[in-house]
């Protein structure tokens, strides 16, 4: 199981971003571009909070290095939409500062954290989830995407 914490991993590709902006600085502007940062910024911190209140009503644990420990397989909330809805929030997060940036460059660490979360972290999750829930896992995994 991977032991980097998801959000460590969002702090990483964040102060890298801003690095590439300083250090390789190619900016492309839009009308509404800053605008649309902040709106999607927001999103992203509201479905995480709804997200992890979620798992806390559940009385599991957010904490995705260990999923053994996971107590419940929680179906509600935002886990309806997708079946990593803090994930998702995170990747909206950094495209907000890719966009917040203006630099195209910063668009790598997106794609790099998406790829991390989609080919080891969430197997990983996933294999844990299946061996502690079963069929329950196997139906939410076949009616929720992975990601939305």
Known sequence: MPRIPPLALVVVCAVLMAAVDRFVPFEIDFPGRLALAVLLATGALVFAALA???FRRAGTTVDPRDPARASALVTGGPFRLSRNPMYVAFAAALLALALALGNPLALAFVVLF????????????????????GAAFEDYARGTRRWL
């Open 52 to 54: 992890a209140l979620t």
């Open 114 to 133: 998406i790829a991390w979360m989609d080919r080891v972290q969430i197997p990983a999750e996933e294999k844990a989830l299946r061996a502690n829930f």
